[in-house]
């Protein structure tokens, strides 16, 4: 049977018919065949020459796996024929008897698939420059041509393939429910099970139409004969007749170490998996990797695919468009490493952690160092190499401190991905991480088994021991009798990934090296904070951070994942414990230790009037709840920093002066710390920044983009190419996706973020300035101003918590909505309320207001207010 492109149905979706074409050869066997394609050059005879006057600066070849056909890569082949496209052609090749090629009736192998490629591109004339774009059993093949064209070769690109079933992995659960005896040409081929179950893996599921469109190469057994064939020739053994053309593949990608490679993956992939994405990115490790969360295995139907190709081969010809380690000064001193203090101490017996959770325990200065070098001689000894990354899920206090600075000590990289992101949170960091050892408590442990966490296993506290994992007693006592340590590591090794609280989205891990996490702990200390203070430290970085700055430190009876378990009195005891001068709180903590603060006794108001310095961070700080907190701590002289995950602090500010700025559209966070730079790309009236920021001082009055350039800033987002590539695509900048503007007085003032400005037809909104309004009416507590609609014609709707609490969400009485609209001055749509404002969970403050934003516009098209 020979191909035919009459078969292919005249409409389906994405499809342009011009595309469709056919081409024959004489296949390795010597035997002509048929093969169908989709090509954007879309001309029936004479494939254009890609080094030739059509233009074209090279050539896709996009290879499918099974069982799909080329019509996977119809939002490619649209992208590249688009008038504003990059000059590169697109081909689609329908392996043989798959899609619409010719059914041979043969059963073709690996090695003969990828010989078949390459008598295809033989065919249409193909000379390079090409860049191959495979997926699934699409990806072998497509990189079983690359190996033979190393020539013509510019680029490969991958999504959701592998190339080796790694040891102790299980060969994917599709494949091996379908290769079961008496399965195989039930589900493959007798009937479309095998097929509609692969499609039925789109996130979110495909329209009709779509499926249909893939279905209609197959709609017989007769042509779905190759789909069993495909299943059946996946190596799984090495007694396979394709395992050694597989070995053959794998083996041979360190030849392509000089060619740019790109893998896009989708993790919610029940075919190819984590274990299968490290060992491409351990045989590709100069590929950038970019994961696109929610999406599985169909990635090209989940993401925006042909989106991040054409920003790729952007910088293929651009050597260092975006550095991954932005352009800095030499510094002022020498690196100092992280745990330079501690060292230091060594023989300090003074206190230097108070934990008030374990009934006050004291930990001196020379215990913890003795015991964070023999964690890290017993880490070293038990596997735990330079560059290994180590998850670490324990409390903070004297076990996790000892363990964040035993593993930087040896090089190992910390993953900091705490519970405040909940436990769907933490399944998303962890995986995106893929830590190689992964150190726990007994809960931990319990859930890292249940959901499956990559890494070996480690055990921190009483019921570790149960569970027969190594614990950090036994790490210890294994290095008290190996003294020596690894070299140390150097300042530009990566260091740490820090999770982001998932309050815009899924949290991102950012990468920081040893450098610059010294200097997140130098810009801490400019904040006023004396190494010989004791710190109060009821914010989980700083349980973190303390000793390194050489401070005593308390960690308060509290869940510090979860800042409103702080109370008054638990805050003033741990004041006590080490005479602290200086506290540091979440803002969510500050609201409930005002809240408490009528418990308190004498002795601890007194403990509390000895406080110099408070500070809070981690999500915008009202002035009255910081003069509320000062209420408590008459001495202090309260501090709001300004930071994020990615660079903290950024500015700083204290009460007065917020008081003298006044109000202003938005939350006065004050000017920049010593060592830091921040500009505006201003805002356009579709609410995009500009590509370039103002000068240095930034222009006055402007709303924009807030970017940051600073020697504390992260290196880059983990296992996100894209999402880094747009944050740092000014090189030494970080675009923080805040928006605000600097005032004449050179203060920074935010106004949310840009994911939540409105284009409205009256122009661009922000948030904050809008809620602080609301705010200020007696019968609200908090309020979101959201968009509903269309960019450009968004309308504007306040959602708020009243005084007393509403009950029911639902719309707010007239009375109150006309208040809302009178305090604005602007034209709001409607006005909801709700019993509760939903918030991130690490913070427990910062609104979601997408989420708040899609209830809204459901509510207002006649939905019912519940599920909020």
Known sequence: MSGDRSMVPAELPGLDPAWSRLVTAVDSEGVERTWHVLDTAGTDTGAPDTAGPSGYAGTLLCVHGNPTWAYLWRHLLARFSQPDAPPWRVVAVDHLDMGFSERTGTVRPLAQRIADLGTVTDALGLTGPVVTVGHDWGGVISLGWALRHADQLRGVVLTNTAVHQPAGSPAPTLIRLARLPGILPAATVSTQAFLRATLALANPPLPESVRNGYLAPYRTPRRRAAIGGFVEDIPLTPEHPSWSALTEVAQGLDRLAEIPALLLWGPRDPVF?????????????????????????????????????????????????????????????????????????????????????????????ALLWRRIREIA????????????????????????????????????????????????????????????????????????????????????????????????????????????????????????????????????????????????????????????????????????????????????????????????????????????????????????????????????????????????????????????????????????????????????????????????????????????????????????????????????????????????VKDRYDALWLTERTSSRNPGWHRTGDVGYLDPDGRLWVQGRLAHVLTTPDGVLTPVGIEQDVESLPQIGRAAAVGVGPRGVMQLVVVAETRPPVRRAGPAEPKLADAVRAVTGLPVAAVLVVPTLPTDIRHNSKIDRSRLGRWAERVLGGGRPGGL
């Open 273 to 365: 998996g984590a274990a299968h994405l490290r060992d491409l990115r351990g045989r590709l490790p100069q590929a950038k990797l970019h994961r696109f969360e929610g999406a599985g295995h169909l990635l090209a139907e989940d993401a925006d695919v042909a989106g991040a190709v054409v920003r790729w081969l952007a910088d293929l010809d651009r050597p260092t468009p975006n550095p991954v380690r932005s352009p800095s000064p030499e510094p002022a001193v020498p690196w100092r490493p992280l745990w330079a203090a501690l060292a230091e101490r060594a023989e300090d017996r003074s206190v230097a952690l108070v934990e008030l959770a374990q009934g006050g325990r004291q930990v001196s200065w």
């Open 377 to 712: 001689a017993g880490l070293s000894a038990s596997g735990v190499r330079r560059g290994d990354r180590v998850a670490l899920l324990v409390p903070p206090g004297a076990d996790l401190t000892a363990a964040v600075y035993a593993c930087l000590r040896i090089g190992a990289v910390i993953v900091v991905a705490d519970p405040g992101l909940g436990l769907a949170g933490m399944n998303r960091a962890l995986r995106a991480a893929d830590p190689a050892h992964l150190l726990a408590v007994g809960r931990g442990l319990a859930v890292a088994r249940a959901l499956r966490w990559p890494g070996r296993r480690f055990g921190a506290g009483a019921g570790a021991a149960m569970l027969g994992v190594t614990t950090l007693g036994r790490l210890a006592r294994i290095g008290a009798g190996s003294p020596e340590l690894p070299p140390a590591p150097g300042p530009d090794d990566d260091a740490a990934v820090l999770f982001t609280s998932g309050s815009t989205g899924p949290a991102k891990g950012a990468v920081y090296t040893h450098r610059q996490l010294a200097a997140m702990r130098d810009a801490l200390s400019a904040l006023g904070l004396d190494p010989k203070a004791g710190i109060v430290a009821a914010f989980a970085p700083f349980a973190l951070f303390g000793p390194a700055l050489g401070a005593t430190s308390a960690i308060p009876d509290m869940k510090l994942t979860a800042p409103r378990t702080l109370t008054a009195a638990a805050l003033a005891e741990a004041a006590v414990a080490v005479d602290a001068s200086a506290v540091f709180a979440a803002p969510a903590a500050l609201r409930n230790v005002v809240e408490t603060g009528n418990a308190l006794d004498d002795r601890q108001r007194a403990a509390l009037a000895n406080v110099e310095l408070l500070l809070s961070a981690g999500a915008p700080v009202p002035a009255v709840l910081l003069a509320q907190a000062q209420a408590l701590m008459p001495g202090a002289q309260p501090h709001t920093p300004y930071g994020m995950t990615e660079v903290l602090p950024v500015t700083d500010v204290t009460l007065d002066e917020i008081v003298k700025a006044g109000r202003g559209d938005g939350v006065c966070v004050g000017r920049p710390v010593p060592g830091v730079e921040v500009a505006i790309a201003a805002l356009d009236p579709t609410g995009t920044p500009a590509e370039q920021p103002g000068s240095a001082a930034g222009v006055t009055g402007v709303t924009g983009e807030i970017m940051v350039r600073a020697g504390h």
